[in-house]
């Protein structure tokens, strides 16, 4: 498994399937190698710094808990938090993530998100 850190990898995710759960959300997209990768992203929308790292280390140790064995081979994992996934407790956020990895492993994903309109 390695890290995804090019900007390119994480724009790429946004056309594969996407899973949305309570307290992140899962895009997944085929790459050109046959590793594993995976990638983490958390807004300033969530918290300071304090909070936003704590959700990452949160994301990291749970990535690297199911990817190995419930990961798609040859494909990118972008987990994306939310708002409120924080205080979600850790054995909950275990169980959507492999319900989620199981639902992009068939194929099941949500449907693609409307397009903005008007100013951001």
Do not use: W
């Amino acid at each position: 498994m390695s890290v995804l850190t090019k900007r390119a990898d994480f724009l790429a995710a946004n056309r594969g399937l996407r899973v949305a759960r309570p307290g992140f959300v899962l895009l997944v997209n085929r790459n050109d190698c046959d590793a594993i990768r995976y990638g983490i992203t958390v807004t300033k929308k969530i918290g300071n710094a304090v909070v936003r790292n704590r959700m990452k280390r949160r994301f990291r140790a749970l990535l690297r808990e199911l990817l190995p064995s419930a990961g798609l081979p040859a494909h990118d994992h972008i987990l994306i938090g939310r708002d409120g996934g924080v205080e979600r407790e850790f054995a909950k956020l275990r169980e959507e993530l492999a319900m989620a990895l199981l639902r992009a492993a068939q194929g099941k994903g949500d449907p693609p998100r409307r397009p903005r309109t008007g100013p951001r």
